[in-house]
């Protein structure tokens, strides 16, 4: 690598791109198999809502014109669903993007970030490309420890990231334990909890934590369209946060920076409840279907309330990843996570889950 | 604005959100009329390509699966259209997205940026935003003035940015003037030529960028999807450069930054000769339309070579703007750029031409 590479900055000629889930056409033209299916990146097996589609065909038509740079309409409806003002709304190009737009906003290299030793690796590639040093928390039996978060907090500590439920281990952590963490942190030091999974969660003690953002001024939720309401492929995500930080955010994201196909099929989503109770009863159902064949198979797993399960292969994972995918179901090897014997499985329909569970056994009994 | 506004970093709270063209929408409910024409933002009249439409609605079936994050399709078809090798071609979220990659890349608060006093705003404002010094040449006749650029090298300087031809001028720079400076700078300077309007350009000494590249590894050319090809909407953008450059900007990106409408869209756009060829055409036919009206009615003008003209009203533009807004047309207002007097206006369709220069004539020889 010559000069021009070098000249870079430091910490993006240090930053190691993100390894995406293997895209099934990739996986078809290197292998020569068809009827593959992708259980690797979360994506919602029922596809996107009928009316996404039809909205977002729609707004194809006027593809020329510039998106309303202020997102008006679909910052008004998505302050309807959220119950938070739209003026401390803002949108991104997937979750990934409003991170971005946080990150860039605060952090530089004086800055100390602190994460839990699992979160989900977009956000430390982030941290780590705006130069950031990365305070890890070991996880306590994978989950985030807030006593330990709150205790590693130094006058250089610019973001405390909590993701819940946790992208890979499927684990969350509680209304109490947010609210401690919440009480017990700098006003100064803002708070990020990415709530990527947030439409799946029923458990009552689950953080209301739209509820929480009048009292606390640098608590900043994400959420995204990637999940639930299958849209990845279209790139849409939202943060909700007090006032002063919505401003910083406006002058940190770019202008058109969510396409107005997204806006459209958002908008749509938000409206398909059917499409959205279906979805949340589908996985409901596949968590309960995997579980139940790991368990007959005896392979162990982290418990998940996500729309995905880790599971435990007691060998090298990336092996069995390997098997499986000339199999043809794609998974997610967690070797990026330093967690070289897990796999990372979306749930998927009822016939994928069986897939899933028989590929599995073949390989684990082999 | 309390404390979380004042926490964000100096360069971003200091950064003026980019004032985007009115959208149609919002100047219909601000002062209730109908049968608007948008000439603000330089989009293209006779919207997007029915082939891109075509495909990006056969590409919503998908839209739950995230895209390839490797882009392998669109960056193998984008490799035929300009004959650069794929590698050394990074696609963005529209090439303000690519701009910013760039920049995110090489610049930070001790670097200096060389820029045309009339360069388009977004290049300013990302450069402000990641902190660099601007470093602004006087042009020359509206026209980028490349030994004074050459002139104001210095130790710091990171990139030098040429806007070719440049919004919101309409000037373009020479195949000879950009050899001068890739002869007469260091190679350790980046020279990024913006050519949003790429296609638009048929004047025989427009600069052949794509064959100093293999010379020039310090030439950047970013492009866009969102003029001649019609989909703004979709946000599409590419950067061409030298490997080490596109190694480092694979670094700073995010890895899902275009999303799989645009994708669609962005091959079948490539494919789709006639609808480029049709576009070229009426833009070559309005441009004198409009020239020729503008001097009927006396109105003085910056020659163009693009799909815009920027219109010197000898007085106030805003107030102009704001009476033509009353009746129907959105051009933009150049105030941002330092030129009060000035007004850009895109070209449209025939029937959008005779009627902006109506509207032109009733304002200015009311």
Chains 1, 2 share one sequence.
Do not use: W
């Amino acid at each position: 690598m010559d000069d021009l590479f070098h000249l870079g900055k430091q910490h993006i000629k240090d930053t190691k791109p993100y390894q995406a889930g293997k895209p099934i056409e990739e996986v078809e033209r290197e292998l020569g198999l068809s009827n593959i299916i992708k259980l690797a990146s979360n994506e919602n097996p029922l596809g996107p809502s009928p009316k996404a589609v039809e909205a977002a065909t729609s707004a194809l038509h006027n593809i020329h014109l510039y998106p309303d740079a202020l997102y008006f309409k679909l910052r008004k409806k998505l302050s309807q669903y959220t119950k938070v003002d739209m003026q401390n709304i803002t949108l991104g190009n997937g979750s990934e993007n409003c991170l971005e737009c946080l990150i860039k906003a605060y952090i530089d290299e004086d800055s100390n970030v602190v994460l839990d030793q699992y979160a989900f690796a977009t956000i430390r590639i982030l941290v780590k490309a705006y130069g950031a040093q990365e305070q890890l928390i070991p996880s306590i039996n994978y989950r985030h420890d807030v006593k330990a978060m709150v205790n590693s907090v130094n006058s250089h500590t610019k973001i405390i990231f909590v993701v819940n439920p946790n992208n890979p281990t499927g684990t969350y952590i509680t209304h109490d334990e947010l609210v401690y963490l919440l009480d017990n942190v700098p006003p100064t030091v803002i708070v990020a909890v990415d709530e990527a999974y947030y439409e799946y969660m029923d458990q009552p003690d689950y953080p209301h934590t739209v509820e929480l953002l009048s009292k606390y001024a640098n608590l900043v939720i994400s959420r995204t369209f990637s999940k639930v309401f299958g849209i990845a492929g279209l790139r849409l995500g939202y943060l909700l946060t007090s006032y002063p930080v919505s401003e910083l955010l406006h002058r940190s994201r770019m202008p058109f920076n969510v396409n107005s196909c997204a806006v459209a099929a958002g908008i749509a989503s938000l409206e398909d409840h059917e499409f959205l109770a279906r979805t949340k009863k589908v996985n409901a159902e596949g968590l309960i279907q995997v579980r139940d064949g790991l368990e007959a198979l005896g392979i162990e797993y982290i418990p998940s309330v996500a729309n995905f399960i880790t599971i435990d292969m007691k060998t090298d994972a990336q092996l069995v990843y390997n098997q499986i995918l000339h199999k043809g179901v794609i998974v997610r090897p967690l070797v990026p996570y330093g967690l070289p014997n897990h796999l990372r499985v979306t749930i998927g329909t009822y016939d994928q889950n069986v897939r899933l569970l028989q590929v599995l056994r073949e390989v684990y009994h082999a």
